[in-house]
């Protein structure tokens, strides 16, 4: 039986899923938080043994939360449901143990198969988030000689200014480079673009005066 604990801090979210999961005979909902101080709470009072996780509630940060229930359980599963389609957030999730991340706009079919896959000792992906994950490998490799070296440069936090200074080139070449950069890695911000480059980024050679 899959004892499970509902965390969003919505309650006609959690409202839809206890009505959704009621009819599941291998599934109890057991208990329900809306906040950290609640979830802890439930950990203690109902002993679930898998938690369905919000990743973005008001005061509370769900990857950070599910790192400090695992802290506690390390037994525990946690799957993260998820209005963000983004892999930073799955890889983050993934780093702090969490087996699962499903978006909420997925078929209630696959919250279900995800409960269960990870209940069983799997580890269970959305379709789409999956599809980013095994891509962006390749987009990596996608990219131009430049394309590369200035990321290496942002990685060690150059301006676009000082980019364009140090390769003599155009500032305007530059600002094109980092576009062409975050569409090929399919990153919607520059600061995901910063973010990335610190996290992958080969550092270009030092050079001498």
Do not use: W
Not at 22 to 38: L, P, W
Not at 121 to 142: D, E, H, I, K, W
């Amino acid at each position: 039986m899959i004892r499970l604990l509902l965390v969003d801090d919505h309650a006609l979210v959690r409202d839809g899923l206890k009505a959704r999961l009621a009819s599941e005979h291998d599934i109890e909902v057991v208990g329900e938080a809306g906040d950290a101080t609640a979830t802890l709470q439930a950990l203690d009072d109902c002993h679930p043994n898998l938690v369905l996780m919000d990743i973005g509630m008001k005061g509370t940060n769900g990857i950070d939360l599910t790192a400090l229930l695992l802290q506690r359980q390390p037994a525990l599963a946690v799957i993260m449901l998820s209005m963000y389609d983004s892999t930073e957030y799955v890889q983050r999730a993934l780093q702090v143990g969490a087996r699962g991340y499903v978006l909420k706009d997925a078929p209630a079919s696959d919250i279900l198969t995800a409960l269960r896959v990870v209940a069983g000792g799997g580890t269970y992906l959305s379709a789409s988030m999956a599809q980013q994950l095994f891509r962006a490998p390749v987009a990596r490799n996608q990219l131009s000689a430049r394309e590369d070296e200035i990321l290496g440069f942002l990685a060690e936090g150059q301006s676009s200014k000082q980019i364009a200074r140090t390769l003599d080139l155009s500032v305007r070449t530059v600002e094109t480079h980092r576009q062409n950069i975050r569409r090929k890695l399919d990153l919607e911000t520059q600061a995901d673009l910063i973010r990335y480059a610190v996290e992958h980024a080969n550092r270009p050679a030092a050079r001498t005066p």
